[in-house]
């Protein structure tokens, strides 16, 4: 199944129109958006492990992308491969973060990283739609891809739920949205995965989302997470908690986003321990150049690591973890945008982030300072982000949470306009 | 409140700042302490440490003078370490020391029953068991690796017992790369050569350990209690085609390893002890009771009683079956001594569970215990030999302790 994944996004890649002269292809009541991006970049942390320094390059983030809807959105199909699996396989390096095998390296995404259909249907400010497919379930903030940085928060596996199979019904009115799904519990433990058909719908979420003023969206949500873990059950449960603020200004240039999030870990009935998070981060933009900072507070599980230190087992082999580490994480980004051609944007940038790392349960069988060579860790990044045809849109909604009128995207907030502000702003201005 | 947030005459930093406010109360919640067990029993006598400071500790196995501990995850060294030790004198002494290649971690550890193998379990990938000759018991000779595709997500353990004569290995095979875990059964009659004869799906999730004895085995299935199979004691059954007797699963689940206890001065055979394995964080928090399983009736076991040590974890048993004395290690809650003679299933109302199984530890049951106050201590193996208890503590070492007193009766 991973080798035909792999060929058919490859195949699907070489497709894409590299001069495609615009970001939509209209045919009647039809439009189709195709887009294509890629990161290159080059990170250095010191101390990355054991008191070594590493330096490392990656094409990161390499994807394709298609929204292709009906009569504006009644009937919607969202869609994007993830090269990641075949440009990524070792990780990319990311101090502290965690999850489907992988530590302080970030693991690649799946292949088919969102395939969702949706049917929507309105009435004036009001709809209601419903949605099917592999993708995001309602919970959490906006998938880290789809925002200022390039590397991750570490929150990723506390503030999102993703690439999983979702049925997720939405109700909107002018100011709120209430969004529930069901989903499968268990987490990718390859780029080839696929969810286990076993566990559809055994784990379910819900998210509110209030727009009390044009430019501030305020969420909470909450979900079950039955095993994620462990693919065929029997794992600890996660029951995981979210709010948010995220504010723009409508000209799309200024962005700022509060969040706070929780995991519990549960055995049964019985809760075992929990993981919080704290992040805010902002991004602005003056002309050609932008600017982003982000601080953030997480608690981490450590656990067992392979022989290769940056690789987990996947499952772990009991309910138990090596310790929890909190780590707090200043990250700058400064960037330019630039547009060789209409639908070609390139976007060369740079990120430093500054790391301290405690552990937080004494004694614990992980001393970050003894593990890594010192409890304060730099990173630095330089690279360029490419994209060709639709830009990256914020990602994590369907249906009528996805937008305030049919065809528009996300009610006055239009992250394609994060890096690349130029063709972006123009053609949401013509959506709406 | 909400509704007021939203009136139009509230700022947006009215707003904001309110939920703010409300965002970081909210986080400002943590986790509920910890308490570190106590008790009244008497404390085993400590006669000395070999300390390691630069691994993780894990299993221990002493045979006559020389002990043997493996060592586990990551501190300053990966745990591929097994590190041999003198214990002739009180405190043990380490004599040398064999290094894994290409293990992240080493479990179990185990000799045979005539002295002349070391067999150490190895995980993750590639998961396999090393065998070495124990010609000279201090210069452990390495015979081969076994290693297959079905061992290579990593043996957790490997229990080495003889049956009807023939020495076998039974592996608990942890899950990975999408397989579920389950058990093989090599034999190690040419230990050059080990020849799988068995291997099922075993588990839910984990299968972590087992316990051989008399033609019967014992397999701990985590979620799904223990089953006890007759591999050639009790009827039909061989190791190559296992019948499965009876099942039970334990108060909790979580079964992570077993005892067979035969009571040598009754000939009595009506108890298992099984540990559960809960939640933990390694070095600091433990979970999971002891729970006795009554075995008169393979096809119908049933738990009893429990021991239950607040704010630990049970891990792995020895028992000393000429006393009756069960010493389990603790981990966080050190090791602990427990009075097992006589029926455990009997005890008066005060001293039951709602579910009607007896509390050992209310039935004053405990005689014993290693430690209480000073540095932490975590540990993972425990080890009755020649009137003597060693304790494989992951934090510190191998420790040396003495035997508990029986109360008179």
């Known amino acids: 199944v991973e080798s035909w994944l792999r060929a058919g996004a490859v195949a699907t890649a070489v497709l894409i129109p590299v001069d495609a002269r615009s970001q939509s292809i209209v045919y009647g009541p039809a439009r189709i958006e195709i887009g294509a991006q890629a990161t290159g970049v080059v990170t250095r942390e010191s101390p990355a492990i054991h008191g070594r320094d590493l330096t490392e390059g990656y094409l990161t983030q390499p994807m394709v992308m298609?929204?292709?809807?009906?009569?504006?959105?009644?009937?919607?199909?969202?869609?994007?491969?993830?090269?990641e699996g075949i440009t990524l396989e070792r990780g990319e390096l990311n101090a502290g973060i965690h999850g489907e095998?992988?530590?302080?390296?970030?693991?690649?995404?799946?292949?088919?990283?969102?395939?969702?259909?949706?049917?929507?249907?309105?009435?004036?400010?009001?709809?209601?739609?419903?949605?099917?497919?592999?993708?995001?379930?309602?919970f959490g903030t906006d998938d880290p891809m789809a925002r200022p940085f390039e590397k991750y928060p570490i929150n990723h596996h506390l503030a999102q739920i993703l690439e999983?199979?979702?049925?997720?019904?939405?109700?909107?009115?002018?100011?709120?949205?209430?969004?529930?799904?069901?989903?499968?519990?268990?987490?990718?433990?390859?780029?080839?995965?696929?969810?286990?058909?076993?566990?559809?719908?055994?784990?379910?979420?819900?998210?509110?989302?209030?727009?009390?003023?044009?430019?501030?969206?305020?969420?909470?949500?909450?979900?079950?997470?039955?095993?994620?873990?462990?693919?065929?059950?029997?794992?600890?449960?996660?029951?995981?908690?979210?709010?948010?603020?995220?504010?723009?200004?409508?000209?799309?240039?200024?962005?700022?986003?509060?969040?706070?999030?929780?995991?519990?870990?549960?055995?049964?009935?019985?809760?075992?321990?929990?993981?919080?998070?704290?992040?805010?981060?902002?991004?602005?933009?003056y002309g050609r150049a932008s600017g982003a900072l982000r601080y953030e507070r997480t608690d981490r599980p450590d656990e067992e690591r392979l022989?290769?230190?940056?690789?987990?087992?996947?499952?772990?082999?009991?309910?138990?973890?090596?310790?929890?580490?909190?780590?707090?994480?200043?990250?700058?980004?400064?960037?330019?945008?630039?547009?060789?051609?209409?639908?070609?944007s390139l976007e060369p940038f740079a990120e430093l982030a500054y790391i301290r790392v405690s552990p937080t349960l004494n004694p614990s069988a992980f001393d970050p300072a003894q593990f890594y060579g010192s409890d304060r860790i730099w990173s630095v990044s330089f690279g360029a982000k490419v994209a060709l045809g639709m830009r990256h849109m914020r990602m994590g909604r369907y249906g009528v949470a996805a937008g305030g009128q049919r065809g528009m995207k996300p009610d006055g907030i239009d992250m394609r306009d994060m890096h690349d502000h130029g063709a972006g702003a123009a053609t949401a201005r013509t959506q709406q | 409140?909400?509704?007021?947030?939203?009136?139009?005459?509230?700022?947006?930093?009215?707003?904001?700042?309110?939920?703010?406010?409300?965002?970081?109360?909210?986080?400002?919640?943590?986790?509920?302490?910890?308490?570190?067990?106590?008790?009244?029993?008497?404390?085993?006598?400590?006669?000395?440490?070999?300390?390691?400071?630069?691994?993780?500790?894990?299993?221990?196995?002493?045979?006559?003078n020389i002990a043997y501990t493996t060592t586990w995850g990551n501190r300053l060294a990966p745990g591929n370490a097994v590190k041999i030790w003198d214990v002739t004198g009180n405190v043990p002494a380490l004599v040398d020391s064999l290094i894994v290649p290409g293990a992240s971690t080493l479990g179990d550890i185990q000799t045979s029953d005539d002295g002349t193998l070391l067999v150490v379990a190895t995980e993750f990938a590639p998961g396999s068991i090393m065998i070495y000759s124990l010609a000279n018991p201090l210069k452990p000779q390495l015979i081969t690796r076994y290693n297959s595709a079905?061992?290579?997500?990593?043996?957790?353990?490997?229990?080495?017992?003889?049956?009807?004569?023939?020495?076998?290995?039974?592996?608990?095979?942890?899950?990975?790369?999408?397989?579920?875990?389950?058990?093989?059964?090599?034999?190690?009659?040419?230990?050059?050569?080990?020849n799988q004869v068995f291997t099922a799906v075993m588990g839910s999730p984990f299968v972590h350990d087992v316990f051989v004895r008399d033609g019967i085995l014992i397999t701990a299935l985590w979620n799904q209690g223990i089953t006890i199979w007759d591999i050639g004691g009790a009827g039909s059954g061989s190791v190559s085609n296992?019948?499965?007797?009876?099942?039970?699963?334990?108060?909790?689940?979580?079964?992570?390893?077993?005892?067979?206890?035969?009571?040598?001065?009754?000939?009595?055979?009506?108890?298992?002890?099984?540990?559960?394995?809960?939640?933990?964080?390694?070095?600091?928090?433990?979970?999971?009771?002891?729970?006795?399983?009554?075995?008169?009736?393979?096809?119908?076991?049933?738990?009893?009683?429990?021991?239950?040590?607040?704010?630990?974890?049970?891990?792995?048993?020895?028992?000393?079956?000429?006393?009756?004395?069960?010493?389990?290690?603790?981990?966080?809650?050190?090791?602990?001594?427990?009075?097992?003679?006589?029926?455990?299933?009997?005890?008066?109302?005060?001293?039951?569970?709602?579910?009607?199984?007896?509390?050992?530890?209310?039935?004053?049951?405990?005689?014993?215990?290693?430690?209480?106050?000073?540095?932490?201590?975590?540990?993972?193996?425990?080890?009755?030999?020649?009137?003597?208890?060693?304790?494989?503590?992951?934090?510190?070492?191998?420790?040396?302790?003495?035997?508990?007193?029986?109360?008179?009766?």
């Open chain 1, 66 to 83: 298609v929204m292709a809807s009906l009569w504006s959105s009644a009937l919607a199909l969202t869609g994007a491969l993830d090269f």
């Open chain 1, 101 to 138: 095998g992988y530590v302080d390296r970030r693991h690649p995404h799946t292949y088919l990283h969102e395939l969702v259909v949706s049917l929507q249907n309105r009435f004036g400010d009001n709809g209601l739609s419903l949605a099917l497919g592999k993708g995001f379930v309602p």
């Open chain 1, 164 to 285: 999983r199979a979702v049925a997720v019904g939405a109700v909107r009115t002018r100011r709120v949205v209430l969004e529930a799904g069901l989903f499968n519990g268990d987490e990718p433990t390859s780029p080839g995965d696929v969810p286990n058909r076993k566990r559809y719908w055994d784990s379910w979420s819900s998210r509110v989302t209030l727009l009390p003023f044009p430019q501030g969206e305020i969420q909470g949500s909450y979900a079950r997470v039955r095993s994620p873990e462990n693919p065929t059950g029997g794992g600890a449960d996660h029951r995981k908690q979210s709010a948010s603020i995220r504010l723009e200004d409508a000209q799309h240039s200024g962005y700022g986003l509060l969040e706070w999030a929780r995991t519990t870990n549960y055995v049964g009935s019985s809760r075992t321990f929990a993981f919080t998070s704290v992040l805010a981060e902002t991004w602005a933009r």
């Open chain 1, 307 to 344: 022989a290769d230190g940056f690789r987990t087992p996947l499952p772990a082999t009991d309910l138990s973890i090596a310790g929890r580490s909190r780590w707090s994480i200043l990250t700058a980004r400064m960037a330019a945008s630039f547009e060789p051609a209409k639908t070609l």
């Open chain 2, 1 to 64: 409140m909400i509704g007021d947030l939203l009136r139009p005459g509230v700022s947006s930093f009215t707003r904001s700042a309110t939920i703010v406010a409300a965002l970081a109360i909210v986080a400002c919640r943590s986790d509920s302490p910890v308490q570190p067990p106590t008790t009244t029993s008497p404390s085993l006598t400590v006669f000395g440490q070999g300390a390691v400071s630069e691994r993780f500790t894990g299993e221990v196995w002493v045979r006559g």
């Open chain 2, 150 to 194: 079905l061992t290579n997500p990593g043996v957790h353990t490997a229990e080495v017992q003889r049956v009807n004569g023939t020495l076998y290995a039974f592996l608990s095979i942890d899950p990975g790369g999408g397989a579920p875990a389950r058990l093989v059964i090599v034999d190690l009659t040419n230990p050059a050569a080990p």
């Open chain 2, 242 to 409: 296992p019948v499965a007797l009876g099942n039970v699963i334990t108060v909790g689940g979580e079964a992570h390893n077993v005892w067979w206890f035969h009571n040598a001065l009754t000939g009595e055979k009506r108890y298992v002890f099984v540990g559960e394995e809960g939640p933990g964080a390694l070095g600091s928090r433990a979970s999971g009771d002891i729970h006795v399983v009554d075995v008169t009736s393979f096809a119908a076991p049933r738990e009893v009683a429990f021991y239950r040590l607040a704010g630990a974890g049970t891990h792995n048993f020895s028992v000393d079956e000429s006393r009756g004395i069960l010493y389990a290690a603790y981990y966080n809650g050190g090791v602990r001594a427990i009075d097992i003679r006589g029926d455990l299933s009997s005890c008066d109302a005060a001293n039951r569970s709602p579910d009607g199984r007896c509390d050992l530890g209310r039935t004053g049951r405990e005689i014993g215990h290693w430690r209480e106050g000073g540095p932490p201590v975590y540990v993972w193996g425990v080890q009755l030999v020649g009137g003597r208890v060693y304790a494989s503590d992951m934090l510190n070492g191998i420790w040396k302790l003495s035997e508990a007193t029986l109360p008179p009766g």
